[in-house]
């Protein structure tokens, strides 16, 4: 045989494994690609936000509605209070026994304690009794029936 034609190796270097990478070209489609994906998103996320500001403060307005008309209905004194410094709201009725009565927080699902969204909070709280209300103190504004209720002013 002919040692030209088919010439012998002895000695065979290792086979080289190509390395595959991404290429410039690829990375920068997927950052246009995320970059227009992101450019569309983003902006409904303020709207989530609006919703959730919108949706606390229906819930809010429908907790003071509710106060009214329990009071109405049921003949009894509800006090709606508020502790600004947790954004905790919640609906107490006046048990009396006997001459004495007392503030206990209302068992029904509509008037639950419920907390406002984070990031939102309660600024201030302005009642008729605010003589009495101490700095960082809960407030309250109380439902009476027939309906007596005084003016009061929440400030989200």
């Not at 270097?13 to 227009?36: H, N, Q, Y």
């Not at 609906?91 to 927080?105: D, I, K, N, R, Y």
Request: aromatic share 10%; with cysteine; net charge positive.
């Amino acid at each position: 045989m002919n040692a030209r034609l088919f010439p012998l190796r002895l000695s065979r270097p290792a086979a080289r494994t190509r390395r595959r990478a991404f290429t410039l070209l690829e990375i920068m489609v997927v950052m246009v690609i995320i970059g227009a994906v992101l450019s569309i998103a983003i902006p409904r996320f303020g709207n989530v936000f609006e919703a959730n500001i919108k949706s606390a403060m229906r819930r809010f307005a429908g907790m003071v509605k509710f106060c009214f008309h329990e009071a109405v209905i049921k003949q009894s004194v509800l006090r709606l209070n508020v502790d600004p410094m947790t954004g905790e709201y919640w609906v107490a009725v006046l048990v009396s026994s006997g001459t004495v009565g007392q503030f206990v927080e209302a068992d029904e699902s509509l008037a639950a304690r419920a907390r406002l969204p984070h990031g939102i909070q309660f600024v201030d709280v302005v009642t008729p009794h605010d003589i009495l209300k101490k700095e960082r103190e809960e407030a309250f504004i109380s439902f009476f029936s027939p309906p007596a209720t005084p003016n009061a002013r929440w400030c989200i």
